[in-house]
């Protein structure tokens, strides 16, 4: 087994972990007893957080494209483009032109 193997299979042991955790606290409260924690907790945290976490995550997100956005500079106009192609085929036609005419001498 390769590194990213057992590194794959760390990461879906503990997400299969969590997302068991996660459904028992939601729907089944007092399931800390079964493993001998005597701990109280609200069921809104259980929602709050994740949900909390997901839309910091998203605007996160949102202001990474924007200073992406307001960094980058902007492309050349096509014109521009179009016009160096042009001048950069004129250029290899007259080196054509006088590589035939230097062959002929």
């Given amino acids: ?3 990213d193997q057992a590194i794959g299979g760390a990461i879906l042991i503990v997400c299969l972990l969590v997302a068991i955790g996660y459904a028992l606290s939601l729907f089944v409260p007092d399931w800390l007893t079964w493993i001998g924690v005597n701990y109280e907790f609200d069921r809104i945290w259980v929602v709050a957080i994740p949900v909390f976490i997901a839309f910091v995550a998203i605007l996160f997100i949102g202001a990474w494209i ?3 956005m307001a960094t980058t500079p902007p492309p050349k106009p096509i014109e521009e483009i179009t016009t160096e192609l042009e001048e950069q085929k004129e250029e290899m036609k007259a080196e054509e032109t006088e590589e035939a005419a230097e062959d002929k001498k």
Avoid: A, R
């Fill in 66 to 68: 924007g200073w992406t």
């Fill in 1 to 3: 087994m390769s590194k």
